[in-house]
Structures are given as structure tokens and as C-alpha cells.
């Protein structure tokens, strides 16, 4: 099943691979590596290896796994099914920035709207530099 969404207009403009790089660069790097190839300055350290996120069509029959991706990044329902996990559960940590982040003279805003626009982007970003 596609998520519908990430073709909507909003995922073309605010939520786009450019901004899916920028985060790149600095959340994900670190592990992943600068070209993705899982070999970040952190990766001899984690006693998991961190995959290389160039190959997750070619991985997985030539087809980019979208929800499984989405999923995987925002790690929240995995924790919750499976413990704990080498990568952090980035959901939480982008729940608890756009929460210090909300501005109340500005108007309520839903914090799951930010996590889902930058797991959104993350998973554009990757989806751009498949080989
Ligand atoms: C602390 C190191 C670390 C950081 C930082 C990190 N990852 Fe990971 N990542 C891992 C490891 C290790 C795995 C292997 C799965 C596991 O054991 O959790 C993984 C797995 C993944 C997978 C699943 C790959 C597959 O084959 O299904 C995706 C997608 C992913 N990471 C994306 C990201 C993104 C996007 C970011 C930044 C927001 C990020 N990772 C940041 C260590 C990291």
C-alpha cells in the first residue's frame, strides 16, 4: 500500500528532498555516512552496523519501501513492539523539539504535523539518491 500523502502538492513543496538533505546532513550522517553508504565517523562504534540507505529499492526488489522507511526512521511504534533499537526512534526526538519549539501566541499547532512533514522529507531525500 503507497501513502497516498507523499505525493500530495505539500509533499512537492514544504516537505521535498531538499529539505529531507539538509536533515540528512545532520542527524544522519553521523551513522550513515555523508553519501548514505553506511559508513559514518560513528559506525564502527554501534554494535549494529548501519546500512547502506543507497540500496533500499535495489534491497528490496527494485522498489523503494516507502512505509517501511517512514516507519523505521520515526521508530515509535517499533519501540513500542520490539524494545529497544540501535537507531534512535526519531519521532520522539522531533516531537520533543517541535514542543519546545511551539510558539502559543501563534496558535495551536499539532507537533505531529512537524513530524510527519520532516520524516516526510527524510524519506524524499532518501528516495532521490537510490541507486
Ligand atoms: C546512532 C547511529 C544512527 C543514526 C544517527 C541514524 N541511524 Fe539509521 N540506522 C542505524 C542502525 C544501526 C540501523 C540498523 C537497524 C537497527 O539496528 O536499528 C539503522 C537503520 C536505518 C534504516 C533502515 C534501513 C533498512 O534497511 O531498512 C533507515 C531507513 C535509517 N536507518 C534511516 C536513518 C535516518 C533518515 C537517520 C537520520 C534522521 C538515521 N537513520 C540516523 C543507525 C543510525
Redesign the pocket.
Known sequence: MALAFLSSPAAATGVGADAGAK??AE??A???GAAAKGD?P?AEL?I????D?TG?SA?NGGTF?EE??YR??DGRADIRAHGT????A?GSAFRAKAEEAADPSTGPVNPENVVTARILS?VRY?ESIQE
Not at 48 to 51: E, R, S, V, Y
Not at 85 to 88: E, F, I, L, Q, S
Open positions: 536533515q540528512y542527524h544522519c553521523i551513522c550513515h559514518g560513528l554501534l549494529a552496523p548501519p546500512p540507505l533500499l534491497r519501501p517501511r522507511v523505521t526512521i533499537r540501535a537507531m534512535p526519531w527524510l532518501l
